[in-house]
């Protein structure tokens, strides 16, 4: 439901302000710092129907007002205005991305441990997870003259290797031959699709490699097997821990109780609730768990090659700083695309 202007510049006002404080708003604070033209005395009554209409509310008799879940809400539907990452934390996130590692893993943490730093919240991150696991691309890379490594890429982004010891005299001409048989007569191929006549044809057309190819198909046969597991990457934690909402012992103890539901968390970061642009924001009781009313999360898909592969998340408290940790969280969504694409397109040539 939309309101009139002055209540709208009331209810922002209250809002920004206790999120940079944490204390209750009172009128005289607002008639001081925001400017809005008008007496105390007209805010006060602006703020009663506030109340009344359940935007804000009074948290003890005699204090001033904070918002409620209804309040953060229109705060993030209507009012708020995106603010912008400064140029140095722009830098930060591009530069970390932009360092070559040929690991999901690293680079999951990675985008967890900038993410916690610039907000200064809790951080979630969900690795790629794409139902059936297909093959993508092998390849054979030479270590050694007596080594080499494998690499196996999965269609969900996932990447395997192993070292394996090769024969003497096999070269990387050799290697490449094996590579680029394999990914002709695999590609795309699930375990199940698999077939016996297919698996006589490749190792009738490798017959002088039997070794090497006995080695890559099991990793291939491991990696297409591989389950994939409720899974999440958490940093930042104890960021959560100086959140004066959470100086409470009990408080503490139910957030540490729902950091350690790795199910329950990756089912909330999958779930896509109401969305600002790509990036979703729940707030409170939105987040569909009774203890994790006092938390928002707000949560964006990254994807590899225009594929939704997994989510990252931000955990705070509905006192929580909107407008920065959306546009932090969109930024960070699309460099980490970006590095996870660039990773598996170059593994794969």
Not at 5 to 22: E, H, P, W
Not at 200 to 208: N, T
Not at 327 to 349: C, D, H, P, Q, Y
């Amino acid at each position: 439901m939309k309101m009139d202007d002055r209540k709208q510049k009331v209810l922002m006002a209250i809002v920004q302000d206790f999120i940079a404080t944490a204390e209750p708003v009172g009128s005289r604070t607002i008639a001081k710092k925001y400017k809005l033209g008008v007496s105390p005395a007209t805010i006060r009554n602006e703020m009663a129907d506030l109340e009344e209409q359940g935007y804000i509310e009074q948290p003890h008799t005699s204090a001033g007002r904070i918002p409620s879940q209804q309040g953060y809400r229109y705060y993030v539907d209507y009012l708020m205005k995106r603010k912008e990452l400064s140029v140095e934390e722009e830098a930060l996130i591009s530069n970390q991305f932009e360092k070559k590692v040929k690991d999901v893993g690293q680079v999951i943490q990675k985008a967890g441990l900038l993410l916690s730093q610039i907000t200064q919240y809790a951080s979630m991150i969900m690795p790629p997870q794409i139902g059936t696991n297909s093959f993508k691309h092998i390849q054979l890379i030479s270590m050694h003259p007596s080594r080499a490594m494998v690499i196996v890429v999965m269609d969900n982004g996932m990447l395997h290797h192993r070292v394996i010891e090769v024969p003497e005299g096999i070269t990387s001409n050799d290697m490449e031959t094996i590579s680029g048989v394999l990914n002709a007569k695999l590609q795309g191929l699930t375990m199940e699709s698999i077939k016996m006549t297919l698996m006589k044809e490749i190792y009738l057309e490798l017959a002088m490699h039997k070794h090497i190819l006995d080695l890559a198909m099991e990793l291939i046969q491991d990696s297409l097997l591989l389950k994939t597991e409720d899974k999440i990457y958490l940093g930042g934690v104890f960021n959560m821990l100086n959140q004066p909402e959470f100086h409470n012992i009990e408080k503490v103890k139910t957030l540490l109780s729902i950091i350690e539901q790795e199910k329950m968390l990756c089912e909330l970061l999958a779930d896509r609730g109401r969305e600002v642009g790509g990036v979703t924001v729940r707030i409170g009781d939105e987040i569909k768990s009774h203890k994790i009313k006092e938390c928002s999360m707000i949560t964006a898909p990254y994807s590899i090659c225009g594929k939704r592969v997994g989510s990252i998340g931000v955990l705070g408290p509905t006192r929580m700083e909107y407008a920065k940790v959306v546009s932090v969280v969109e930024f960070m969504t699309k460099n980490l695309s970006r590095a996870m694409e660039r990773m598996i397109l170059g593994m794969g040539k």
